[in-house]
């Protein structure tokens, strides 16, 4: 069975980078342009991923890890933060919403890929 994987990014060209990037390694890709949007995904269904932008409309990353999270059927699945935040303090609120990894945008694909085959193996 494939491995599932949420990509939730309000700006359309990155996310359409990551879904093809992620679909060519064989995963099967849901994306959400907002955190808001991404809540649907979280109904009891198998998800593997998410990897979130920090800096979106209607909910942030931040406040989606900790909504993931305070769910029992995937507090402990991995969350990668993709973003170009620098501000030290959403990144401590990232952090103690116990994300998995903190990547900055923009990032080497190759480098991508190689955490993501880490993070699924």
């Known amino acids: 069975m494939k491995k599932r994987i949420i990509v939730v990014e309000d700006f359309n060209t990155s996310r359409q980078i990551i879904k093809k990037t992620l679909e060519g390694m064989g995963y099967l890709v849901d ?49 990668l933060v993709l973003s170009t935040e620098t501000n030290t303090e959403k990144q401590k609120r990232a952090k103690e919403a116990k994300i998995t990894g903190w990547v900055k945008k923009p990032f080497e694909i190759t480098e991508f890929k190689s955490q993501i085959q880490r993070i699924l193996s």
Do not use: C, H, Q, W
């Open 31 to 79: 994306e959400a342009a907002d955190g808001r949007e991404a809540l649907r995904f979280f109904n009891g269904s198998r998800i593997d991923l998410v990897i979130t932008d920090y800096n979106m409309p209607f909910m942030d990353g931040a406040s989606l890890v900790e909504f993931i999270r305070s769910k029992d059927e995937y507090r402990y699945i991995p969350i």
